[in-house]
């Protein structure tokens, strides 16, 4: 779908012509075209218009000598060496009582290539280039006037300017000459304003149905940009666009769609109804298909109908599967694999068309079908797997682009037995790679070795293997990331991991990663094996790095020494040797944990407090007490750290939307999903209504009680105790007029009978922009997945805020504000556990407490739907990448883990199965460490 215009230019000295292009994005889609000549359309060339030949007679002479004799590949550019100041004077050509057309040219030509390669002209200058063309109309040169409108259009005249040509244009859009009437369309509706379009409208309306496709590609053309400003006036050629749409001339038809479509965009009836007509058979031009395939894409989405039986539409675009033009094929294949919840059976025509892409001596070709099939493996991976053949092959394509893609989707559609047989094709393809590339790579692998966790011992192999070559920092960091985000979800993986990060720091460059891997050794070391092993390449590192790596390993030694009392003796040796440190802060670090620890050497138990002041969080949120620092000012009085606010800020507005789909690397705090249960935990615990409730079990994702761009943004977390259930609202005044008071949620629990509110914690004030935060308890029977539904009021006190002075109001006005209902589900009482060989973790429970019953789920579209039903249904996470579905299948085993509320282990064995009549059928058997959790999982499944 790409297209270009040129200006050709032939030096008199070199018969080889070069040909310049700066290419700038299309308006109105995705298409390219020439920025020197983009307003001359293909019609121009098709005309007998011939490209401009330019001779080099007067051009700036290249720097360098161009040998005859010397290769192609030695191109050089014809305007390399001109200059601004040079090129103006060479402008006075233009006043010229007898104009040299030839001369003209080539100095309107090097300042277009001026304009376009960023420079810019004074307010004085482009005024006196800009009425020294003006000048040149009186030439009846054609290739001198089509850069003449071109120049115009370049310069953009300011209103009073415009003036000066506005009659010469008007007077060429009335020309019986096709190449002036279009090219002056194009000028008049670049640099007019709305006045002096109301005078040209009829002649333009006459041009949009103009027998010339030149003359009417460029009315239409001009309409699409004219849009953006006199929207109003386009409008009324309505019907003079209709009729365009139905011309025979391929341009003609995909501009008038284009502006058709522009008109028409902001009702959705009139898209649906004008989309309905055109799939009869009126398009004939395939760009004029692909605009109509985007459309139609556009219809379906806003239809909101995802079943496959009723989605509108979707004969045309598999139709257009089997079109004669590759671009028409790709951009249907396209849209169809991003249909929203798209099926299987949907997939196949557009993954089929695909994969014979993949074959194609097309590079772009190639490309386009590999980056398409890659999209649909992050979503239907097992549908892509029919392609992987075909993707192994480009694995060695000239284009690193698509040997990276080609490369990711492979380890994406890949199954457990292909494994290393990738990793073979993967080594040698590193090296010819760019870092960003990499990076993309090692994602991939990352997820991979998380979908086949027993394979972690060849993956881990390979990203330590890479972790020793040459590569940038972003490159590191995401392959050191990956080996951290493996250790924390892959049990077995953890001292093979920790082995690979202490000798990659033996040599690395970046004090970043070094303290972020002692600071990561410092955590997981103590709680492994055989800790002693770590302890040298910690200390390797206080000998040999800079300030800031020698006081991280102190710390990391420290921490070390307070978790394991046998070490003590020799931790304690290797601090003193730090309190000789050149570096102040490594010498402060020593003496302070040598006091901490008790450095006399005597091997004693460590005080709890002492481990939890040196190495346990702060009880207070991170942003609360920077804002707090910031806040302080120095006095006689010392800073209290008891003042900062416990209250944990609600996600701010601008980040509602933002998912984290990503695992978290060094970055994130360890135990990421760990680490918001103790913050909040904290926060409850620091309320005296809720601190009796006991331990924390679990805290629910925020879920959104408001939409989007209201006045108040509301959104509910759920903290979940043993006999408890706290409803956190995160509110946020989005009103800066306003501020409410005595902030709080009266819930109903009508519909949850099991429930009883017991307590509730008002917010005192909400002033603008600042998320604040409301509590309301309720007691349920202890140890039961008590499910209910609760609807909820906002209630506050409003008060003006005056703008200028931004004091409020003295009295207020009671109001309310209705947010949606929020629901307690069993799979709230689930924490999602993975166990990295669910054999082993199966077997090691015992079969007296497990619990097998068959179910019917009923008729269902396919079996990945019933098997993602049921994981949402019981909230457990799903083991060896069993939640994913081949195509086609009528059976399927899946394995789910997790554990339920009172610490219970619970596991879940799932297998599937799918008649003739789409029924699906269910074997449920559970073992859990008690016989009642096993029962309960089945009643949750029972009653879903």
Not at 727 to 756: G, H, K, M, R
Not at 869 to 876: K, P, Q
Request: charged share 25%; hydrophobic share 40%.
């Amino acid at each position: 779908m790409l297209y270009e215009h040129y200006v050709k230019i032939t030096p008199e000295r070199d018969p080889r012509p070069s040909t310049l292009f700066v290419r700038y994005k299309h308006p109105f889609t995705n298409f390219t075209t020439s920025t020197l000549a983009r307003n001359l359309e293909r019609e121009d060339r098709r005309n007998s218009l011939q490209p401009l030949q330019i001779s080099h007679s007067t051009m700036a002479q290249p720097l360098i000598k161009k040998d005859d004799d010397r290769d192609d590949e030695s191109e050089y550019s014809p305007f390399l060496g001109i200059e601004k100041g040079a090129v103006l004077q060479e402008a006075r050509v233009f006043h010229d009582p007898q104009l040299d057309p030839r001369r003209c040219s080539q100095v309107i030509t090097k300042l277009l290539y001026l304009l376009n390669q960023g420079e810019t002209l004074t307010k004085v200058e482009a005024t006196e280039v800009f009425f020294a063309v003006t000048k040149l109309f009186q030439s009846k040169d054609n290739g001198l006037r089509r850069l003449v409108y071109l120049m115009i259009k370049e310069l953009s005249p300011s209103a009073d300017e415009v003036i000066i040509v506005t009659s010469s244009l008007m007077k060429d859009m009335n020309s019986k000459t096709d190449m002036y009437k279009a090219n002056a369309i194009r000028v008049l509706c670049r640099i007019t304003d709305g006045t002096l379009l109301t005078q040209i409208e009829r002649y333009l309306k006459q041009a949009v149905v103009d027998k010339n496709p030149v003359v009417a590609s460029a009315a239409l053309v001009s309409g699409i940009h004219l849009m953006q400003t006199n929207s109003e006036v386009v409008r009324r050629w309505s019907n003079e666009v209709q009729e365009a749409v139905q011309s025979r001339a391929a341009l003609v038809q995909f501009h008038a769609l284009a502006l058709l479509h522009q008109i028409r965009q902001n009702d959705r009836l009139a898209v649906s109804k004008l989309v309905s007509n055109l799939t009869r058979g009126a398009v004939r031009s395939p760009l004029a298909q692909c605009l109509l395939i985007r459309f139609i894409s556009q219809v379906i989405r806003e239809s909101g109908n995802s079943q496959a039986g009723e989605r509108p539409f979707y004969d045309y675009l598999e139709g257009c599967l089997r079109h004669k033009a590759e671009m028409v094929i790709f951009e249907a294949a396209r849209a169809i694999t991003e249909l929203s919840g798209v099926t299987s059976r949907e997939l196949t025509p557009a993954i089929t068309v695909l994969q014979l892409f993949l074959n194609s001596s097309k590079p772009v070709i190639r490309f386009a079908a590999v980056r398409t099939l890659n999209k649909v493996a992050m979503v239907h991976p097992m549908s892509v797997t029919n392609c992987n053949i075909d993707m192994e092959s480009l694995i060695s394509d000239q284009n690193r682009s698509i040997a990276t893609l080609a490369i990711t989707t492979l380890l994406k559609t890949g199954n457990e037995s292909s494994i290393d047989r990738l990793m073979k094709q993967i080594t040698n393809f590193m090296s010819d790679i760019a870092d960003e590339f990499k990076i993309v790579v090692v994602e991939a692998i990352r997820s991979l070795c998380l979908k086949f966790p027993l394979k972690y011992r060849s993956l881990m192999n390979f990203l330590s293997n890479i972790l020793r070559e040459e590569g940038g920092f972003d490159y590191k960091k995401a392959i050191v990331d990956s080996i951290v985000i493996l250790i924390r979800d892959i049990p077995d993986a953890k001292e093979n991991g920790l082995l690979h990060l202490c000798e990659f720091i033996e040599d690395c460059e970046f004090t970043y990663l070094s303290t972020q891997i002692l600071h990561f050794l410092g955590v997981e070391g103590p709680k492994t094996s055989d800790p002693s092993k770590y302890v040298r390449y910690i200390y390797n590192r206080v000998i040999l790095e800079n300030a800031t790596v020698r006081a991280s390993a102190v710390s990391t030694l420290a921490k070390f020494g307070a978790n394991i009392d046998s070490l003590k003796p020799r931790i304690f040796i290797l601090l003193r040797r730090c309190l000789f440190d050149s570096d102040d802060e490594v010498r402060d670090r020593a003496t302070f944990y040598l006091n901490m620890l008790g450095g006399d050497g005597e091997i004693v138990e460590s005080d709890e407090a002492a481990k939890e002041f040196l190495f346990g969080s702060l009880d207070v949120p991170l942003s609360n007490l920077e804002t707090s620092l910031k806040n302080y000012e120095p006095s006689e009085e010392p800073f209290d750290i008891n003042s900062v606010s416990k209250m944990v800020k609600s996600q701010p507005l601008a980040e509602k939307k933002v998912t984290n789909k990503n695992h978290p690397g060094l970055d994130t705090p360890l135990n990421a999903s760990t680490t918001g249960v103790d913050a909040y935990e904290k926060l409850l615990s620091s309320i005296p209504e809720f601190s009796s409730f006991g331990k924390l079990f679990k805290s629910s994702a925020p879920s959104e009680l408001t939409e989007a761009e209201t006045e108040y943004a509301v959104n509910v977390v759920k903290h979940v105790y043993d006999g408890h259930i706290v409803f956190q609202y995160n509110c946020t005044n989005t009103i800066p007029e306003q501020l409410l008071e005595d902030v709080s949620v009266v819930v109903d629990a009508s519909e949850a009978e099991e429930f009883a509110e017991i307590a509730s914690k008002p917010l005192r004030s909400l002033p603008y922009d600042t998320p604040g935060q409301t509590f309301v308890a309720f007691q349920k029977p202890e140890g039961v997945p008590a499910v209910g539904k609760f609807s909820n009021i906002l209630r506050f006190i409003v008060k003006e805020v005056d703008p200028s002075t931004g004091e409020a109001e003295e009295d207020g006005v009671e109001d309310e504000y209705q947010l949606e209902d929020s629901e307690v589900v069993a799979a709230d009482y689930m924490l999602k556990v993975g166990v990295s060989n669910f054999r082993n973790a199966w077997e090691s429970i015992r079969d007296d407490f497990e619990k097998v019953d068959e179910y019917g789920l009923g008729p269902r579209e396919s079996l990945a739907e019933a098997v993602n039903a049921v994981i949402n249904l019981l909230g457990m996470q799903p083991c060896e990448g069993t939640e994913v579905v081949p195509n086609n299948s009528r059976s399927h085993t899946c394995l789910l883990s997790g554990v339920f509320i009172g610490n219970v282990k619970v596991l879940v064995r799932l297998q599937f199965g799918l008649d003739s009549d789409r029924e699906v059928a269910m074997k449920l058997a559970v073992r859990s460490e008690d016989e009642t959790v096993s029962e309960t999982i089945h009643e949750i499944v029972a009653s879903g």
